[in-house]
């Protein structure tokens, strides 16, 4: 009964953001209990007692970047636009570019970028980012970046990740700037 119910879940997840869900079926033909627990990642993703929720799309979007050519990345956009973040912030993030940000999404990117890369500059970004939230924005941010990480890095292991696909923001392609190694 519970994988039927999964089974309708994951239909409805595919038809509201277009998006291809091979590898959760998949994961749920082949090993029920393993897709019960990959499922359990999404309320860390969530997790969300502090940060706004454009400060946390940032973060998620910085680690889904990191791991993914596209599908994963439109996903978030998608999901961000359904929460309500400007379409201007999530065009600044996909381009890189800080100086176009809002000044919550600009901090949540500083830290992200920093904690990803390991810049040198992750303790003046935490520290900008528990002025500005506390520290449970500190484990909110934490929490939506490497999250948002996992999807990508199950979906290529399981050999699902192959397919790259171009970004739109309300339906206006973005050419997605990827982080210089």
């Known amino acids: 009964m519970l994988k039927f119910l999964a089974s309708k879940m994951i239909s ?64 978030i956009v998608s999901m961000a636009q359904d929460a309500g973040v400007d379409a201007a912030d999530l065009s600044a993030i996909l381009q890189r570019d800080a100086d176009a940000m809002s000044p919550a999404v600009r901090i949540a990117f500083d830290f992200a970028d920093a904690v990803l890369w390991r810049n040198g500059g992750d303790d003046a970004a935490r520290e900008a980012a528990r002025r500005e939230w506390g520290d449970a924005g500190i484990v909110d941010l934490t929490f939506a970046l490497q999250a948002s ?29 990827k982080h210089a190694a």
């Open 149 to 177: 990480r996992l999807y990508p890095m199950v979906k290529a292991g399981l050999g699902f990740g192959k397919t790259c696909r171009q970004v739109t923001v309300e339906g206006a392609p973005v050419e997605v700037v």
């Open 12 to 75: 409805r997840f595919e038809r509201r953001y277009d998006y291809d869900v091979s590898y959760m079926r998949y994961l749920l033909d082949v090993s029920p209990a393993a897709f019960f627990r990959f499922n359990r990642v999404g309320a860390m993703a969530r997790q969300g007692e502090s940060a706004p929720a454009e400060a946390l799309f940032a973060a998620r979007l910085c680690g889904v970047l990191a791991e993914d050519c596209g599908p994963c990345v439109q996903l």
